[in-house]
C-alpha cells in the first residue's frame, strides 16, 4: 500500500514537472511557440519524464533490497542463541518475526525475543519508507530545477522525449522475446539432464510410458519407463478430433455470418456463439464426464462396439465444440477483411455467390484462416481439464478413438504436481515433454509463415 501511495505522489510530482516544463517554454518564447524547436507539450514532457524516471528507477531498486537489508540488520540485532541456528531453523525465526510484523501470528504469546525483533524490524521498515519518500523528493525537485534550467529556444525536446518513448517500446517489446527464450533455456537445460538419464529414441519412441520411480533401488519398476509414444498418439488423436469438428462447424458458420446472413441475425448469433470461448473448461470437462461420455458408451454398447468410460472420441468432441469460437470468429473477421473490389470482380464475370466464395473470398482470406485453425490447433494441443475428466490418465498406445488415452500436457501435471524433487528422472521428464510440444507448436508456426506468405503474394 505504502508503494502505491507513493508511487500515486510521484505521479502527482510528474503532473506538476509538466506544467512548469511547458510555462517555462512558453516564457522562453516570449508568447510566440515559433520561435521554439518543438511545441511546449514536448518540453513539458521532457522535464515529466527527468522528474518520473529516476525516481521510479531508485523506487525499484529501494523496493527490490529493502527487506532483505531490514532482515539482515534485524538479525545482526538478534541474540547469539538465535543467531547460532542452523539454517532451516534460522528460516523459522525470520518467517515468525514477519509474521508478528503483519499481525499474522496464530497464537497470542510470542516469544519475548521474536517481539522484540518484531518491533526493531517495524522501526527499521518505518526509518526506509521515510527514507524513500525522502530520496524521491529530493531527487524530483534536484532533477526537476536541473532540467527547467536546460531549457531554451533551440534544444530538441522532442527529439528526447521520442528517443526515451522509442526506448520504452523496444524495452517492452523486448520483454516478449527475453521471456521466450527464458523459457526455452530453462526447459533445454532441464530436458538435456532428462536425456542424460534417458536415451532421446528410448524417450521418443519407446512404447511404454511409467514414470512412477520407487524410492529404493530393490523396488519393483525402480527404473520406470519413459517411452513418451502412447502420449504423442493419445494427443494427436484428441486434437484431431477436436479439429475435425472445429474446422468445418467454425468455418461454414463464419461464411455464413459474413456472406449470408442479415445484419441483425449476425448481431444476436456472434455474440452467442463467442459466448462459448468463455465457459471455463472445468465446466466443459464436467459436461463431457458427466453426459458426452456415457452417451457415447450407451450408443456403443447399442452397436455392440466396446467403449471405454473414458474415451478419446468424448473428449475430441468436447473440446471440438469448445474451440469453434476460435476458428469462427478469427474467420469471419478475415472474411469480413476481403475487399469488395474481389466479389465485385467474380459478380461482374457471372459468378454466383457459392462460386465467389469458393474461388475468391476463401483463398484471399486463407492466409487469416490458417492462423484461426493453427490457434485452435494450439488450444487443443495445450487443454488439460477436459483430458483429465473425459480422457483419464492411462496411457496406451491407441488409435482407437474409443479407447482410454491420455496427453503430454495431462503428463506434465500430473508429473510436477505437489513436492517434487528436480534430481529424478520422474520429475525431469516434464521438461522433456515440454521441449517436445516447443518444438512441435514451433513447427505449426514454420507452416502457417509458408501458407501465409505463399496466398499474399497472390492476392497482394
Same mark, same amino acid.
Given at each position: ?13 510528474? $503532473? ?6 511547458? /510555462?517555462? $517554454? ?7 511557440? /515559433? ?12 522535464? +515529466? @519524464? ?25 538479525? +545482526? ?23 508478528? &510484523? ?14 522484540? $525483533? ?29 532540467? #527547467?534550467? /536546460? ?61 512412477? @520411480? ?30 475435425? &469438428? ?56 447399442? #452397436? ?17 465444440? @469448445? ?12 472474411? /469480413? ?28 482470406? #486463407? ?19 477436459? &483430458?483429465? @475428466? ?41 521438461? $522433456? ?28
Amino acid at each position: 500500500m505504502y508503494t502505491l501511495e507513493l508511487i500515486a505522489g510521484l505521479l502527482l510530482l510528474c $503532473a506538476i514537472a509538466y506544467h512548469l516544463g511547458r /510555462r517555462r $517554454a512558453f516564457s522562453v518564447a516570449q508568447g510566440n511557440i /515559433r520561435h521554439l524547436h518543438s511545441l511546449p507539450a514536448y518540453y513539458g514532457l521532457y522535464v +515529466a @519524464m527527468w522528474c518520473g524516471l529516476p525516481a521510479l528507477f531508485v523506487l525499484f531498486l529501494w523496493t527490490v533490497f529493502e527487506s532483505n537489508v531490514i532482515t539482515q540488520l534485524v538479525l +545482526a540485532d538478534l541474540p547469539q542463541k538465535l543467531r547460532s541456528l542452523e539454517a532451516d531453523r534460522l528460516e523459522l525465526v525470520i518467517s515468525d518475526i514477519q509474521n508478528f &510484523v503483519s499481525g499474522n501470528t496464530v497464537s497470542g504469546e510470542v516469544d519475548a525475543s521474536i517481539k522484540a $525483533a518484531g518491533l526493531h524490524y517495524q522501526r527499521l521498515q518505518f526509518t526506509s519508507h521515510a527514507a524513500l519518500a525522502v530520496v524521491i523528493l529530493s531527487l524530483v525537485i534536484g532533477v526537476g530545477f536541473f532540467s #527547467l534550467s /536546460r531549457i531554451n529556444a533551440k534544444q530538441r525536446a522532442r527529439n528526447a522525449v521520442e528517443r526515451a518513448l522509442t526506448g520504452g517500446l523496444i524495452a517492452c517489446a523486448s520483454i516478449a522475446f527475453l521471456t521466450t527464450i527464458g523459457i526455452l533455456m530453462s526447459v533445454l537445460f532441464e530436458s538435456m539432464r532428462f536425456f542424460k538419464v534417458v536415451p532421446v529414441t528410448d524417450f521418443l519412441f519407446g512404447l511404454k510410458w511409467s514414470p512412477q @520411480m520407487s524410492i529404493r533401488a530393490d523396488q519393483v519398476g525402480s527404473s520406470g519407463a519413459f517411452g513418451a509414444a502412447p502420449l504423442f498418439v493419445g494427443t494427436i488423436l484428441i486434437s484431431l478430433i477436436a479439429m475435425l &469438428v472445429a474446422v468445418p462447424i467454425g468455418l461454414k458458420s463464419a461464411i455464413f455470418l459474413s456472406e449470408y446472413a442479415s445484419p441483425r441475425f449476425r448481431a444476436i448469433t456472434k455474440p452467442l456463439l463467442e459466448i462459448l470461448a468463455g465457459i471455463p473448461t472445468v465446466v466443459y470437462g464436467f459436461f463431457a464426464a458427466l453426459t458426452v461420455a456415457p452417451f457415447i458408451r450407451n450408443q456403443g454398447s447399442l #452397436l455392440g462396439l466396446e467403449v471405454a468410460s473414458e474415451s478419446a472420441l468424448a473428449a475430441g468432441l468436447v473440446m471440438g465444440v @469448445m474451440i469453434i469460437p476460435f476458428v469462427s470468429s478469427l474467420s469471419d473477421d478475415v472474411i /469480413r477483411a476481403v475487399p469488395q473490389a474481389l466479389r465485385d470482380g467474380a459478380f461482374g464475370l457471372g459468378a454466383t455467390k457459392a462460386e465467389t466464395i469458393k474461388r475468391v473470398v476463401i483463398p484471399a482470406a #486463407l492466409p487469416g484462416i490458417v492462423g484461426g485453425v493453427l490457434l485452435a490447433i494450439s488450444r487443443a494441443i495445450g487443454e488439460t481439464m477436459i &483430458v483429465v @475428466m473425459a480422457a483419464g490418465l492411462s496411457a496406451n498406445l491407441s488409435f482407437n478413438p474409443l479407447d482410454a488415452v491420455t496427453t503430454v500436457t495431462v503428463q506434465i501435471v500430473t508429473l510436477l504436481t505437489g513436492d517434487q524433487e528436480f534430481d529424478s528422472p520422474k520429475t525431469l521428464a516434464a521438461f $522433456a515433454l515440454g521441449l517436445v510440444l516447443f518444438i512441435f507448436t514451433l513447427a505449426l508456426n514454420v507452416i502457417a509463415l509458408y501458407v501465409v506468405r505463399k496466398y499474399r503474394e497472390q492476392y497482394e
